[in-house]
């Protein structure tokens, strides 16, 4: 059974840094795609960052040259390094693995940015 735990959420002041993590189980993580999405109180959920499983990876332009997708198979871990945060990057940020026709999401994590 596949299951995504997501880390590293937190309260950081505008300008500054986190780093998300995500840990999957279940035996498929190295080919699997892997995302982050992300949602923020009365929006609709967006795609921040994907990665693939040879490693290429695609950006919301809202957050390209802040924000660096990166996987570790042998950890079955992706991280999401954040830094020039904004107070816009606030949302609950979530991990995707896809893989084939299969969709998986973990609980979540919060990201807030005080200005």
């Known amino acids: 059974q596949v299951r995504l735990v997501e880390s590293g959420g937190g309260l950081v002041q505008a300008g500054g840094s986190l780093r998300l993590s995500c840990a999957a189980s279940g035996g498929i993580f190295s080919r699997s795609n892997m995302g982050w999405h992300r949602q923020a109180p009365g929006k609709q959920r967006e795609l921040v960052a994907t990665?693939?499983?040879?490693?290429?990876?695609n950006y919301a332009d809202s957050v390209k040259g802040r924000f660096t997708i990166s996987r570790d198979n042998a950890k079955n871990t992706v991280y999401l390094q954040m830094s020039s945060l904004k107070p816009e990057d606030t949302a609950v940020y979530y991990c995707?693995?896809?893989?084939?026709?299969?969709?998986?999401w973990g609980q979540g994590t919060q990201v807030t940015v005080s200005s």
């Open positions: 990665i693939t499983t040879g490693s290429s990876t």
């Open positions: 995707n693995l896809v893989y084939g026709w299969r969709d998986y």
